[in-house]
């Protein structure tokens, strides 16, 4: 008496929605590259094209090193004040938006949203609209800055103060705490590694963006390097990109080790 | 002689924490005139925004909807073309650029240098260019785009795939498995999870960015939203808001979903 394993029905094959996304995926591409022209353009001719203006960029102008610096210097202080401004608004709404602090469930859900929409709004919008309010200069820079960054910065440290052990909170509170001093002496102490690497890392982040506010005529490098690329002063503006890059490449391995010595 | 005071640290010296607690505030201090950081300035600001916000509160153009509604569909299309295109250069870029997948060190190093030199540019900075070198259009947009997210991309999948355990990468190697092999059944399955992470991350920071290419010409609603605001057309800007809001955070959404099925 055996049994007869070919009988045995089998389980079904469980649906793998693989090829049926790459294909969906696939299609969706094809559609957009249909619908925005591309096929009419040439794309050979325009990477040659951009080769021969990239080469244009190839002797940069470095007799003007003092400008660049001190613009580079506006620049970068935008940025530091922008990200003090988000620290402080993202230190603030932190704690009534994450779960284990926050007072009632209308006021979490409000600054969550808030945050939300800060995010939403792409700094540079922020910043044409600050500048048509306040006039040209770096102070609405700076404030459109701070405004999109402190949502990204409360996000991140409201996330932070709801992974922060439990026992932790009502350790603090049993001693008899009031919510100022729970997030005082519970939340902070527990998140400061953390809420110092995403103020490194929006730090960054500014300095990249700061340099693109002076399109919109916040002040910085990137006017003069703007009113340059329109000039056709393809060197001078060489000399003052090659500023910049070093600059933010700077910034970049700086936040980075400083970011690693934490951990 | 020592009165056998010594700071709570394992060396006895002050920690180099204090130092950066002194000096933030002290480089605030220093910058807040080239950022004008003043009452004054201040004052006057506040003072403009009530007048600003009133200008804002307006009736919409819903006549200017559908037209909206195209933008924004070349917005998105803008974004996944971009996003798939830096994808697929992306892949093999990281596997010669990850520490641990690379065919020689050297290889790496030079195209994580690469990489970074890519990144030092900002986003609207690439656009601009491309915008300088190819005339307008969305054929720009989505070289910038994609250039711009290579090099992010493929630094943060490099990053991944530094991180994969050494257990099955030994185990598929054990099998007789070549070169190529090791790299695309144990490296990139292992990673798979942290690679759709990074890319559904990247699509959000792609579509924030696809909205304020056309500051610089490079298709979107971005040029919908400069001419708007040059032009003081209050009623057509509240609904783009309103719009790259809901988008944004719609996709916002989206994504969060589905990165806690997928991972």
């Given at each position: 008496?055996?049994?007869?394993?070919?009988?045995?029905?089998?389980?079904?094959?469980?649906?793998?929605?693989?090829?049926?996304?790459?294909?969906?995926?696939?299609?969706?591409?094809?559609?957009?590259?249909?619908?925005?022209?591309?096929?009419?353009?040439d794309?050979r001719g325009a990477l040659a094209a951009f080769a021969e203006y990239a080469a244009r960029y190839a002797?940069?102008?470095?007799?003007?090193?003092?400008?660049?610096?001190?613009?580079?210097?506006?620049?970068?202080?935008?940025?530091?004040?922008?990200?003090?401004?988000?620290?402080?608004?993202?230190?603030?709404?932190?704690?009534?938006?994450?779960?284990?602090?926050?007072?009632?469930?209308?006021?979490?859900?409000?600054?969550?949203?808030?945050?939300?929409?800060?995010?939403?709004?792409?700094?540079?919008?922020?910043?044409?609209?600050?500048?048509?309010?306040?006039?040209?200069?770096?102070?609405?820079?700076?404030?459109?800055?701070?405004?999109?960054?402190?949502?990204?910065?409360?996000?991140?440290?409201?996330?932070?103060?709801?992974?922060?052990?439990?026992?932790?909170?009502?350790?603090?509170?049993?001693?008899?705490?009031?919510?100022?001093?729970?997030?005082?002496?519970?939340?902070?102490?527990?998140?400061?590694?953390?809420?110092?690497?995403?103020?490194?890392?929006?730090?960054?982040?500014?300095?990249?963006?700061?340099?693109?506010?002076?399109?919109?005529?916040?002040?910085?490098?990137?006017?003069?390097?703007?009113?340059?690329?329109?000039?056709f002063?393809f060197?001078?503006?060489?000399?003052?990109?090659?500023?910049?890059?070093?600059?933010?490449?700077?910034?970049?391995?700086?936040?980075?080790?400083?970011?690693?010595?934490?951990? | 002689?020592?009165?056998?005071?010594?700071?709570?640290?394992?060396?006895?010296?002050?920690?180099?924490?204090?130092?950066?607690?002194?000096?933030?505030?002290?480089?605030?201090?220093?910058?807040?005139?080239?950022?004008?950081?003043?009452?004054?300035?201040?004052?006057?600001?506040?003072?403009?925004?009530?007048?600003?916000?009133?200008?804002?509160?307006?009736?919409?153009?819903?006549?200017?909807?559908?037209?909206?509604?195209?933008?924004?569909?070349?917005?998105?299309?803008?974004?996944?073309?971009?996003?798939?295109?830096?994808?697929?250069?992306?892949?093999?870029?990281?596997?010669?650029?990850?520490?641990?997948?690379?065919?020689?060190?050297?290889?790496?190093?030079?195209?994580?240098?690469?990489?970074?030199?890519?990144?030092?540019?900002?986003?609207?900075?690439?656009?601009?260019l491309f915008?300088s070198a190819l005339g307008?259009?969305?054929?720009?947009?989505?070289?910038?785009?994609?250039?711009?997210?290579?090099?992010?991309?493929?630094?943060?999948?490099?990053?991944?795939?530094?991180?994969?355990?050494?257990?099955?990468?030994?185990?598929?190697?054990?099998?007789?498995?070549?070169?190529?092999?090791?790299?695309?059944?144990?490296?990139?399955?292992?990673?798979?999870?942290?690679?759709?992470?990074?890319?559904?991350?990247?699509?959000?920071?792609?579509?924030?960015?696809?909205?304020?290419?056309?500051?610089?010409?490079?298709?979107?609603?971005?040029?919908?939203?400069?001419?708007?605001?040059?032009?003081?057309?209050?009623?057509?800007?509240?609904?783009?808001?309103?719009?790259?809001?809901?988008?944004?955070?719609?996709?916002?959404?989206?994504?969060?979903?589905?990165?806690?099925?997928?991972?």
């Amino acid at each position: 008496m055996s049994l007869n394993i070919s009988t045995v029905p089998l389980p079904a094959r469980p649906f793998n929605p693989t090829a049926l996304v790459a294909l969906i995926w696939l299609c969706t591409l094809v559609w957009a590259f249909v619908d925005l022209e591309l096929a009419q353009s040439d794309l050979r001719g325009a990477l040659a094209a951009f080769a021969e203006y990239a080469a244009r960029y190839a002797r940069p102008d470095l007799s003007e090193l003092p400008t660049a610096l001190a613009l580079m210097g506006q620049t970068l202080a935008m940025a530091l004040w922008g990200t003090a401004l988000a620290f402080a608004l993202g230190a603030v709404l932190a704690p009534l938006a994450a779960a284990a602090l926050t007072p009632n469930a209308i006021c979490y859900r409000l600054v969550r949203e808030l945050l939300n929409l800060l995010r939403a709004l792409p700094d540079l919008l922020l910043a044409l609209l600050l500048v048509t309010a306040f006039g040209l200069g770096p102070l609405p820079g700076l404030i459109a800055l701070g405004l999109h960054t402190a949502g990204f910065l409360g996000k991140f440290l409201a996330e932070s103060m709801e992974r922060v052990d439990r026992g932790i909170y009502e350790g603090v509170r049993a001693t008899g705490a009031g919510s100022v001093q729970l997030i005082m002496f519970a939340a902070w102490p527990m998140i400061l590694r953390e809420a110092i690497g995403y103020t490194l890392y929006i730090f960054d982040r500014n300095v990249r963006m700061a340099t693109v506010l002076g399109l919109v005529g916040a002040g910085g490098i990137g006017k003069a390097i703007y009113d340059l690329i329109r000039i056709f002063e393809f060197s001078r503006a060489s000399g003052m990109l090659l500023v910049m890059i070093t600059t933010i490449i700077a910034i970049d391995y700086g936040t980075t080790w400083l970011r690693n010595k934490l951990y | 002689m020592s009165l056998g005071i010594a700071w709570p640290t394992r060396s006895g010296r002050p920690p180099l924490a204090l130092l950066a607690v002194g000096i933030v505030p002290l480089a605030l201090a220093l910058t807040a005139q080239q950022v004008e950081f003043s009452p004054t300035r201040l004052a006057q600001a506040a003072l403009a925004v009530p007048a600003f916000l009133a200008q804002l509160l307006v009736m919409p153009d819903w006549s200017y909807l559908p037209e909206l509604a195209a933008r924004l569909l070349e917005t998105i299309q803008i974004t996944l073309l971009a996003t798939s295109i830096a994808l697929l250069f992306s892949l093999p870029l990281a596997v010669l650029a990850a520490s641990n997948a690379t065919p020689h060190p050297l290889v790496g190093w030079l195209l994580r240098g690469l990489l970074s030199l890519i990144r030092a540019l900002p986003d609207l900075l690439w656009a601009l260019l491309f915008v300088s070198a190819l005339g307008l259009g969305a054929l720009p947009g989505v070289l910038a785009l994609a250039m711009v997210t290579i090099g992010l991309l493929a630094k943060l999948y490099a990053e991944s795939i530094e991180v994969v355990k050494r257990g099955p990468v030994e185990g598929v190697r054990a099998c007789g498995a070549g070169w190529l092999q090791v790299r695309l059944y144990a490296m990139l399955p292992e990673a798979a999870p942290d690679l759709i992470g990074t890319t559904l991350y990247m699509l959000d920071h792609n579509l924030r960015a696809a909205t304020i290419l056309g500051f610089v010409g490079a298709g979107g609603v971005g040029y919908d939203l400069i001419t708007a605001i040059r032009l003081f057309q209050y009623d057509r800007l509240i609904l783009m808001i309103l719009a790259i809001y809901l988008l944004v955070t719609g996709l916002d959404r989206l994504s969060s979903v589905l990165r806690r099925r997928i991972i």
